[in-house]
């Protein structure tokens, strides 16, 4: 049992009889601050020139009622036109970088490599040049599920043909912009995009599947990274020296009482440990105590083999180790107990299999999204776990940021990020995790998926019934700018 996990209010003197002083709450040398959007949710230009239509086109089409106000990101905040400003936006922010995706059907309309857009192409170097003219590297993120519906309509994640489609997109865009991107994410949380879609049928492709679907899916992106981040190695890094890993969500689990610290282990394990197990683990392969709960499950349901997908020992070797750096997702957390809890899944997506049950801590302040609950200590206890299980490696906190509502005077998001900014000083510092940068979800108000345009995560609000998307600074746009200018938090341990 892990005693320490139990720290809801501590100083950081009684935490490890070592006092952190202000001073050495400063960023160290070469820290690096960003932003992050992605393509669905800012770029809008859903249909112009030759861009096909992706699994969000169809499914805010298909089923409006899935999204809270009925919206789509069919114009979202414009930025296929109004790149310059968001440009301009991480300039005036001093951001170090910026975190994009690239749209799949941008790029190649036909999902296969065989025909490369040239507005698409155009539209990813000017905001590439852009950024780099003033001193701001591009971060760029290959998959943030905008899936071709041309490769959706051939099962999509559930075929494993897609670790070569998925591997091909990946050789263009290194070999496009490899040049000039330096940190790649291929795929941003295979979580979301398997666990959710598959078990709940709430976000795209919203096919229910949970008994199949969802790990097949889960095998595949961990095979299409895998597979991407081989070709990266072999062929451009050698010239271009760069860095790539996927981007894990990742939700803290913290054990309602010391007896549930064995369940809420085994939840850790099934939702961070299979995405990770695979890669960062020095065995590789599936964590074995969810290969054994799923295999006993499978067979329980009436399944003649396990419904977690094997890995043959090639593949185990083929996905050990496809790492340069961990990108960590992380807004909230839960806690943990056996059956006899109260049911609150994270997601509503990782429930079916262990036997776990999630509650709210009620000391934790709700956000305007349902899912999003304030656990500032979560996002250091995530990191220290991460690095007990997979040992020491660079850390890069690739998502966090607020949900409210709208309005300029956002204290409670500079209080947000203040609180887990400091978390994650004491990770540096008390617990010597190397982090060596942190992402604020999101530089504008943008297309929050199920949530359409109730809830914002901009440190720019954007005016959506302006046709020219006005995008005004809040208050923590102004005090990020602070923080990275000062490189240090404004308050004491
Ligand atoms: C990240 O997902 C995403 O990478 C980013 O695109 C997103 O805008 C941001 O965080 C804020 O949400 O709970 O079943 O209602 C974080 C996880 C994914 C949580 C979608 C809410 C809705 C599905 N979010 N999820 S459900």
Redesign the pocket.
């Known amino acids: 049992m892990h005693g320490r996990y139990y720290r809801s209010s501590h100083t950081c003197k009684s935490l490890l009889a070592v006092t952190v002083t202000c001073e050495d709450l400063d960023f160290p040398p070469g820290f690096q601050f960003g932003a992050a959007s992605?393509a669905y949710?800012v770029e809008g230009a859903w249909n112009v020139s030759d861009k096909s239509e992706n699994i969000w086109d169809r499914l805010v089409r298909d089923k409006p009622e899935l999204i809270a106000d009925r919206s789509t990101g069919d114009v979202a905040c414009d930025s296929y036109h109004l790149w310059r400003r968001d440009v301009e936006m991480t300039a005036d922010l001093g951001l170090h970088f910026y975190r994009i995706s690239i749209a799949w059907t941008r790029l190649l309309p036909n999902g296969f490599a065989n025909k490369i857009s040239e507005d698409g192409l155009n539209y990813y170097n000017n905001v590439i040049d852009g950024l780099l003219e003033k001193g701001i590297q591009p971060m760029v993120t290959l998959y943030?599920w905008d899936l071709p519906q041309s490769l959706q309509d051939l099962g999509g994640w559930t075929n494993p043909l897609i670790v070569n489609w998925f591997g091909n997109y990946a050789r263009i865009a290194f070999s496009l912009f490899g040049d000039r991107v330096k940190t790649w994410i291929t795929i941003?949380?295979p979580l979301?995009m398997c666990d959710?879609p598959y078990n709940?049928g709430?976000?795209a492709p919203a096919i229910v599947n949970p008994d199949v679907g969802a790990h097949l899916c889960a095998k595949n992106v961990l095979m299409a990274h895998a597979k991407a981040w081989r070709i990266y190695d072999k062929e451009f890094r050698p010239k271009y020296h760069g860095e790539l890993s996927l981007a894990n969500?990742l939700i803290w689990y913290e054990p309602f009482t010391p007896e549930d610290e064995e369940i809420t282990e085994t939840a850790r394990e099934y939702m961070a440990g299979r995405y990770s197990h695979p890669i960062y683990s020095k065995e590789g392969g599936w964590p074995p105590v969810i290969e054994k709960i799923m295999a006993e499950n499978s067979k329980a349901k009436g399944y003649s083999e396990s419904n977690l997908p094997a890995f043959t020992k090639e593949e185990i070797d083929l996905v050990r180790g496809t790492f340069d750096f961990y990108a960590v997702?992380h807004?909230t957390s839960r806690h943990t107990q056996g059956e006899e809890g109260e049911e609150f899944g994270a997601?509503?997506?990782d429930v079916p299999d262990v036997g776990a049950k999630y509650e709210i801590n009620p000391d934790w302040k709700p956000t305007t999204?349902?899912?999003?609950f304030v656990y500032p200590e979560g996002l250091r206890n995530q990191i220290v776990w991460l690095r007990e299980q997979y040992g020491d490696m660079k850390f890069i906190v690739t998502?966090n940021?607020y949900?409210r509502l709208k309005g300029l005077d956002d204290t409670d998001r500079i209080e947000y990020y203040t609180e887990y900014l400091k978390q994650l000083l004491l990770a540096m510092k008390v617990d010597h995790v190397n982090v060596s940068g942190y992402t604020h979800?999101?530089l504008m108000d943008?297309f929050?998926?199920?949530d359409g345009y109730t809830s914002k995560?901009g440190l720019y609000e954007v005016n959506f019934t302006d046709p020219m998307r006005e995008r005004t600074p809040r208050a923590s746009a102004n005090y990020y700018s602070k923080i990275i200018k000062q490189r240090k938090l404004d308050i004491c341990c």
């Open positions: 992605a949710q943030h941003n949380e979301i959710v709940t709430s976000m969500h997702n807004y997601f509503r997506s999204s349902s899912w999003f998502e940021g949900a979800w999101s943008n929050e998926w199920l995560f």
